[in-house]
């Protein structure tokens, strides 16, 4: 089993920044690819970016590409996602998630477990 508690959201300026964490606690944390999806209000859950367990690889979606960074530390067993030049469209839930068996794709189904979410809410 994996836990998964994200913190971090909040209301902010077009422009601005925000950085997100998700702090992680089971047997198979460590070893877990882990990854951010989020949710606009009407629209699906989207892929926003993927790291694997050792932090080595990362995948990001083409929206934030440039914009977010996505990254982990193991020994705080916490991830990040640092948000940068926040655009009104980035307004969403956003949701943390891990797969033990090491999927890092923009399939949310394919994730094992998900945080409950914060809200991340850009002004114009």
């Known amino acids: 089993q994996v836990q998964l508690v994200e913190f971090g959201g909040g209301l902010v300026q077009a422009g601005h920044s925000l950085r997100l964490s998700c702090a992680a606690s089971g047997r198979m944390v460590s070893t877990s690819t882990t990854a951010w999806f989020r949710q606009a209000t009407g629209k699906e859950r989207d892929f926003v970016a993927a790291i694997t367990w050792d932090g080595v690889n990362t995948h990001y979606a083409d929206s934030v590409k440039g914009r977010f960074t996505i990254s982990r530390d193991n020994a705080q067993n916490t991830m990040y996602l640092q948000m940068n030049s926040l655009k009104p469209e980035d307004t969403a839930v956003y949701y943390c998630?891990?797969?033990?068996?090491?999927?890092?794709?923009?399939?949310?189904?394919?994730?094992?477990?998900w945080g409950q979410g914060t809200q991340v809410t850009v002004a114009s």
């Open positions: 998630v891990a797969s033990p068996s090491g999927y890092m794709g923009p399939i949310y189904g394919a994730y094992n477990y």
